[in-house]
């Protein structure tokens, strides 16, 4: 991979391709490094990439960086998520 496991290159692959191998009409990706260790200066601890894909053809991509330890991390994450494919497909809520 020429961007590496952890950008926004591989987040859009990931739910492009978990859309194309699926009857889902959305997909959302999330790559990242929660920690507490495998940061880099140019991609640090708490570095998340995201992807929402669409049947409808769009593609969202987003980088975040989030604060605290591996559980704060993963949490932030999976929150942001959600709350990007709720704002992206508001027929998803209740």
């Given at each position: ?13 990931m ?35 995201f ?20 559980e ?23």
């Amino acid at each position: 991979l020429a961007h590496g496991a952890v950008s926004e290159a591989t987040a859009r692959a990931m739910a492009s391709g978990a859309l194309a191998r699926s009857r889902a009409d959305w997909a959302l990706a999330i790559t990242g490094i929660a920690g507490p260790s495998g940061g880099t200066v140019e991609k640090p601890v708490g570095l998340v990439c995201f992807a929402w894909a669409c049947r409808d053809e769009r593609l969202d991509v987003e980088t975040c960086r989030f604060a605290g330890n591996r559980e704060a991390v993963r949490a932030q994450s999976v929150a942001y998520a959600l709350q990007g494919l709720l704002e992206r497909a508001p027929s998803l809520q209740a």
